[in-house]
């Protein structure tokens, strides 16, 4: 047996150690090809080679044979383009902006001192009886309030103003100018000390207070006469236009207002005022005033004084009275029986702890515009009705420009980007 020279060039790599004869056969049954290489023997694990050639060998097998191994790329699917439908388009409507020209101040009308309170007192000055009448004011407003009407007693036979038509054409019957007043418990308990705590305190005129210009019912106030004399310079006016109020159709309204008032209901604790009845809406007036005098209090004369029955009930004749606002109506009734009391909490509906400029501020900034122009609103209606009443205190226009003054500087302050307004 003989041995092959190792083979010194080939397309493997070169080895210095000689081959065996174990190492040099090849157990190919072909014979290999030109240029090319037989088949690789099998992987020993005892092999001399450095390292394991398999790999190598088939990518030369395969680059020989010019077979190139194609990997499949997957398609992506093709996704169908989501047609999503246009929403219909709507007209773009360009709102109205609304604007409001609020003055920085409100003006305080030229409004004349009050000459004369009620004719029976034409002789006291008129600061005399104001100053007299402070101190009954608040017992004046609660005992006020405790009434409530009694349309079911006002029998026409009672009143002087009844009258009826002899023309059966034009048939028209008066109804009387006055209404029944009482208080519950007084009359369906006959309370001995309730009456004598409302004695000489009982309202002698019901005000019938309805809207310029508007159709409606009224509503129903009982007072003092003598507590509008005093502070309203225009109540001689507005009482003297009761004596040309004598047409049928003034006293038509006054019937229909008095049969509706049997299904109005009562009115409401102190101090607000709910009773309506009456629709006329033109000025008129009725008797004189009768008040209370205990140590020095003022008790005048009434020529034509409201008409008491047993029972405590009053039969007291109704004023029409046409304001500008029938809403904030009761705002200026409380504050001429309490003109001592901050007005503040009242006119912006706030807690009562806000009397002073700082804490109005502090409640006020919290809420929004809407909410501020409404009490700009409610603070033009009272400033509308104190100018129809004539009230011309100090105390109460200081107020009423200190509450419009808050709200305007925080609307003011919130349109400039003002975080904080300066309370000082």
């Known amino acids: 047996m003989f041995t092959r020279p190792p083979r010194l060039l080939s397309n493997k790599e070169n080895s210095t150690y000689p081959l065996s004869a174990s190492q040099g056969m090849t157990s190919s049954a072909s014979k290999p090809r030109i240029s090319g290489i037989g088949r690789a023997p099998h992987k020993r694990?005892?092999?001399v080679k450095p390292y394991a050639r398999v790999p190598s060998i088939q990518r030369a097998k395969a680059a020989a044979a010019g077979v190139k191994k194609t990997t499949k790329v997957k398609a992506k699917p093709v996704l169908a383009p989501i047609i999503v439908p246009k929403a219909a388009t709507t007209p773009h409507v360009v709102q109205p902006?609304?604007?409001?020209?609020?003055?920085?101040?409100l003006p305080r009308p030229v409004i004349p001192p009050v000459t004369t309170t009620l004719p029976s007192l034409d002789h006291v000055p008129p600061e005399y009886v104001a100053a007299r009448l402070t101190p009954q004011l608040p017992p004046l407003l609660l005992v006020s309030s405790l009434y409530r009407p009694y349309p079911q007693l006002n029998p026409a036979a009672l009143s002087p103003t009844t009258t009826?038509?002899?023309n059966a054409t034009n048939a028209t019957t008066r109804r009387?100018?006055?209404m029944a007043f009482g208080i519950p418990q007084l009359v369906e308990t006959g309370d001995e000390k309730l009456a004598a705590k409302v004695r000489c305190?009982?309202?002698?005129m019901c005000l019938a207070v309805s809207e310029k210009g508007k159709e409606g019912l009224p509503r129903l106030v009982p007072i003092n006469q003598l507590v509008y004399a005093a502070q309203c310079s225009y109540w001689p006016t507005l009482s003297a236009a009761s004596s040309s109020v004598t047409s049928p159709s003034s006293s038509r309204s006054s019937s229909e207002g008095t049969s509706d008032q049997e299904n109005t209901p009562p009115t409401p604790p102190l101090p607000t005022i709910d009773e309506e009845s009456d629709p006329d809406a033109s000025f008129s007036s009725s008797s004189s005033a009768e008040t209370a005098r205990s140590s020095g209090t003022i008790r005048p004369s009434s020529p034509v004084a409201a008409s008491a029955t047993s029972g405590g009930i009053l039969h007291l004749p109704l004023l029409p009275l046409a304001v500008p606002s029938v809403a904030t109506f009761p705002l200026v009734h409380t504050h001429l029986h309490l003109p001592n009391r901050c007005w503040l909490p009242a006119l912006l509906s706030l807690q009562p702890a806000c009397t002073t400029r700082q804490s109005v501020v502090s409640a006020l900034a919290p809420l929004s515009t809407p909410e501020l122009m409404g009490k700009l609103e409610t603070l033009h209606a009272v400033w509308s009705n104190v100018c129809a009443l004539g009230v011309g205190a100090d105390r109460t226009w200081a107020q009423l420009s200190?509450?419009?003054g808050c709200v305007v500087g925080v609307l003011a302050a919130r349109a400039t980007g003002i975080d904080r307004m300066d309370t000082e």
């Open 45 to 47: 694990s005892h092999g």
């Open 97 to 105: 902006v609304r604007t409001a020209k609020i003055p920085l101040r």
């Open 164 to 166: 009826t038509s002899t």
């Open 176 to 178: 009387p100018r006055t």
């Open 201 to 204: 305190r009982e309202p002698d």
């Open 402 to 404: 200190e509450a419009w």
